[in-house]
């Protein structure tokens, strides 16, 4: 298995084991054949060391970023996207390289340390991005150290990568800034610069719109995280009696059924008139096929329109509306109708209790209610 070149290539070849009784051809990246034979020598002593003596095999941050998305791609995780678009700002990959402060791609990765995890949180966060976007990035390098550890490579087993800690949000909508932000976003609305409601019907721009519209409706009245509801396939509603749905809760692997609300009911049978040959509730605009991606454009400028942020105070104190705010909304009804914490926890598909308590405050406990009627005399 000597070195070699491919015709109308300047650099050598080489034939090595694959680890599965053939041989692979790899680049040497050599244009020297004798270099070249030196790099196959190398290869060749580290296949030995790792199978003899059981030393672990290096991997740079590119090509453990690369093996790590494979691998949560063949996990069908609709979050995909957003798991790429979070490794590619560590390691500058995706045209990200001169736009953000990053870790060095070519470097191995049992040579990442602390000092290097923390110069890049405090690089962060002079570029101006908030704590919890730098701790999804964070959570993809953890989830990259501990596949790596896995399959076996060079790493660091004592290396913490730890996370700010972030104070709970604790926005919620109050029923008339509810009622704002759907008039903001009534599909029938016209505003300058858009042509009139009757031009617009069915058009494209229309029926993004109505998705917009319904989109948050359902948010608002199920609880559930954006994509376990741009991802629901029609099979998951009950489109007989129109009494419940069933949505898949990626982050604990199971499956929940939920009841209708009037309007939430109204909002699907309307889609399931038009839209019952498509799979999904929210079939993608680009590809009929897919689902509708995470796409809160539309959504934040409603917020915005609606004047939901206009308040410093508020949004120093609580935090800004986003798009999760609708989430927070949901619970923060139920907690305030005198559903139990636990409940809450369920309907959310919380892992631990622990995130449910943010709501904890707004639970009106017998022991307050005690309270209030003694001060009165009662």
């Keep these: ?100 402060y990053h870790l060095d791609a070519d470097m191995e990765l049992h040579q990442l340390t602390v000092r290097d995890i923390d110069k890049y949180k405090q690089a962060r966060l002079r570029e101006g991005r908030a704590r ?31 996370m700010f800690k972030v104070r709970g949000k604790s926005r919620w ?3 008339e800034e509810e009622d704002a932000l759907l008039r903001e976003l009534d599909p029938k609305r016209e505003a300058p610069g858009m042509a009139k409601y009757e031009k617009r019907r069915g058009s494209v721009l229309q029926a993004k719109l109505q998705d917009q519209y319904d989109m948050t409706i359902v948010l608002l009245d199920t609880g559930k995280r954006y994509m376990e509801i741009a ?18 809760q990626e982050k604990t692997d199971d ?52 004047g939901l942020n206009s308040d410093p105070d508020i949004v120093r104190q609580r935090g800004k509306v986003t798009p999760h705010t609708l989430r927070d909304t949901f619970a923060s009804k139920l907690v305030s109708r005198n559903v139990s914490l636990k409940t809450v926890q369920t309907l959310l598909g919380h892992k631990s209790a622990a995130s449910t308590q943010k709501y904890a405050r707004l ?16």
Excluded: C
């Excluded at 290096?58 to 979070?86: C, R």
């Design 363 to 378: 639970e009106l406990t017998a022991a307050a209610t005690a309270a209030v009627a003694a001060l009165e005399g009662r």
């Design 132 to 162: 919890k976007t730098i701790n999804l990035e964070l959570e993809q390098l953890r989830g990259m150290h501990k596949f790596a550890i896995s399959r076996g490579y060079n790493a660091n087993y004592r290396l913490t990568i730890d």
């Design 255 to 306: 499956w929940g059924r939920f009841p209708m609300t009037q309007r939430l009911r109204e909002v699907l049978k309307r889609r399931y008139e038009s839209r019952r040959s498509h799979k999904w509730v929210f079939p993608s605009f680009k590809d009929k096929n897919l689902h509708r991606a995470y796409s809160t454009k539309g959504l934040k400028n409603a917020i915005e329109r609606a």
């Design 173 to 175: 909508l109050s029923q």
């Design 1 to 100: 298995m000597s070195v070699f070149k491919r015709p109308n290539s300047k650099v050598y070849y080489m034939q090595v084991p694959d680890g599965r009784g053939g041989v692979k051809r790899l680049s040497t990246k050599r244009t020297s054949k004798r270099e070249a034979e030196l790099v196959k020598a190398a290869y060749l002593k580290e296949l030995k060391d790792r199978e003899q003596l059981g030393v672990k095999a290096n991997i740079k941050l590119q090509q453990l970023a690369v093996e790590y998305i494979e691998h949560k791609k063949s996990e069908n995780l609709d979050s995909i996207d957003n798991i790429q678009h979070h490794v590619n700002k560590l390691i500058g990959a995706g045209g990200w390289g001169d736009k953000v």
């Design 231 to 248: 991802s629901m396939p029609w099979y998951s509603v009950d489109t007989k009696n129109w009494e419940w749905i069933e949505v898949y």
